[in-house]
């Protein structure tokens, strides 16, 4: 089942801070975040794979409760290169399906000048 | 090396044709997996190999798709009679895929291959 995420999109001024918000209703293995901007190719940002871990890439940030099945990506002062669409993507435990991917629908970032 | 290559990156067809593209992994990479993506949604899954093994195949996919790996390298991806609501974009991607490394399994996407059925 394919994850939810929320807003669907978000519209900032430079400098503004942004959450995005993961949730399954499966237990999640781990959690990827991609970026994509428009006509190119999705971007890996980052992975999680421990209840409660949280990643850093330099001011965008992840958390990852495997209790609450859920993901949130932190931007923080926020640049016009942030700009895109955002998905994470589930990943499974085990079996053939390992390393396989279920991406949310994503959520649609604008930075503003 | 130069990452995901697919090819064509773009495909307008009619309803009824067959299509076929194409995808170069990155070389050291042992997996390598195709998606679909149309307007406004996340890729979803169509099928993945593991060198030359198709390990999964979505079960939304009609008999009309096919992929091959046949020597664990490039993929070849066909659709037969396409129809319109085959129109999207297709994307591959590839990983190196190492059980003893948790997380090791990052997916580097290509560029896609856009498929338009008039």
């Known amino acids: 089942q394919q994850p939810v995420q929320s807003p669907q999109a978000v519209i900032l001024r430079e400098g503004e801070d942004a959450v995005i918000n993961c949730s399954s209703s499966k237990a999640l293995y781990s959690v990827h975040w991609y970026r994509q901007k428009h006509g190119e190719a999705p971007v890996f940002l980052m992975i999680l794979l421990k209840g409660g871990e949280q990643k850093g890439h330099e001011k965008i940030s992840a958390s990852f409760n495997e209790k609450k099945q859920q993901s949130s990506l932190y931007l923080t002062a926020s640049q016009l290169s942030y700009s895109g669409t955002y998905f994470c993507g589930s990943g499974n435990a085990g079996g053939t399906s390992y390393g396989k991917l279920t991406f949310g629908q994503g959520t649609i970032l604008t930075v503003h000048p | 090396d130069t990452g995901v290559s697919q090819d064509p990156r773009h495909k307008i067809t009619k309803r009824g044709q067959n299509v076929t593209f194409r995808c170069d992994p990155i070389s050291e990479h042992n997996r390598l997996y195709w998606y679909r993506q149309t307007l406004g949604q996340g890729p979803e899954f169509l099928t993945y190999f593991q060198n030359e093994a198709q390990l999964e195949k979505s079960r939304l996919l009609s008999d009309r798709f096919s992929a091959e790996r046949p020597k664990g390298s490039f993929s070849t991806l066909e659709i037969q009679r396409t129809e319109q609501g085959d129109s999207a974009m297709y994307l591959c991607?590839?990983?190196?895929?190492?059980?003893?490394?948790?997380?090791?399994?990052?997916?580097?996407f290509g560029a896609g291959s856009r498929l338009t059925v008039l």
């Open positions: 991607a590839s990983s190196f895929s190492d059980r003893g490394l948790a997380g090791a399994n990052v997916l580097t």
